[in-house]
């Protein structure tokens, strides 16, 4: 396709001027028309009229698509074939999809069948004429060719495992078979269920996007992360799991964060760090701290960004997280242990600014734990 996609993570502010005005940018600039789909909200009309001013706030002429499992007195399956309905998205230069409960876009979008809607069939016309497609938090999940459809809890995903039509189901795939695409990521520990989720379908690559902030990814495939935070790039071509050991376990999974600015390229498999970064390549130094570096809760809200940054200032080459089901559970006492290892591939910039760094290619090890036994393997 010739078009782009801006990814968003959930969250997104209302003054988030990155985010909307490349949104708008990407649709053609000032006046260009924009599809609002508000399918996965609960209460569709008044999300949609929400989305569709902000967009013209920043220039747009967007309009609501009324087309929604949850809209009041409406035919979804009817309005998802209605020629009328599809010529006018298809007259559009960009597409935005809201967030909520991304099952309901592809129940609205998709037919019973597995076949497209003529108006999923315009949105792909729109893709691949040049516009864009953008999707926030529900919009976002939608993006890959598998997606989450009823998740259980990122620690229940992994004691459990994901099952197809269950935890996961079709995405519509606007990325391509290759990437495996996951929102409100760091803020609630979901790297953790997206490796389950890839190895089951056999992904090699995922991108996590954070809240407030965007993944625009290229016609070339190249993402530029926009926004307030980052996004989490996971790399499984060389992971294992070993199915003689009960319970989930991975290893040799490797994982790069990356920050506002930078860019990666997912057909050469390259980064770019962002201007602000570009001389702030961090240097071994002896000075570094070589306290041990630990996180007893790896899955709350950004604890794994927290502990890459960690590691990366520090003597020392591996980092332990664990997660645990928590006290209101009445799962047996099992835990996971999270083993991050500096490589001789592992690289981190930082820019003046604070809180703005990017750490590429650290070794990401999973493995059940008796809470109470050692950590370190026997």
Known sequence: PRGALVI???????????????????AGGKGARIAVFASAAADPAPVAAAIVDYLNRYGADAFQVPLAVKLADSDYRKAADDPML?????????VFFSGGDQARITQALVRPDGSRSAVLDAVWDVYRRGGVVAGNSAG????????????KTVFATLRGGVREGEEIAPGLGFIGDDVFVDQHFLVRGRFARMIPAMLAKGYKYGLG??????????????????????????DLTRASTDSAHPGFNVSNAVIS??????????????????????????????????EPVFSPDILGRGALVQLMENLMNNRRSEAIGIATSGRNTTLPELGFQFTLSKT???VGYASIAPQSFSILRMRLDIRPLDIGQ???PK
């Not at 959930?10 to 990407?26: C, E, F, K, T």
């Not at 920050?259 to 002896?286: C, I, M, N, Q, V």
Request: aromatic share 6%; net charge neutral.
């Open 140 to 151: 976002a999940a939608v993006m890959s060719s598998t997606m989450f459809y009823a998740p």
């Open 86 to 94: 599809a010529d006018a998205v298809r007259g559009a230069g960009g």
């Open 209 to 234: 996007i954070d809240e407030n902030t965007a993944m625009v990814v290229d016609p070339r495939r190249r993402v530029e992360i926009v926004g307030s935070k980052g996004a989490l790039l996971v």
């Open 257 to 290: 964060y990356l920050d506002r600015g930078d860019l990666y390229d997912l057909a050469t498999h390259t980064f770019t760090p962002s201007e602000a970064k570009a001389g702030g390549k961090l240097a071994a130094r002896r000075d570094l701290t070589a």
């Open 344 to 346: 001789g591939d592992s």
């Open 8 to 26: 968003i993570g959930g969250g997104l502010r209302p003054d988030n001027d990155a985010v909307w005005q490349r949104i708008v940018q990407l």
């Open 374 to 376: 050692s950590l370190t």
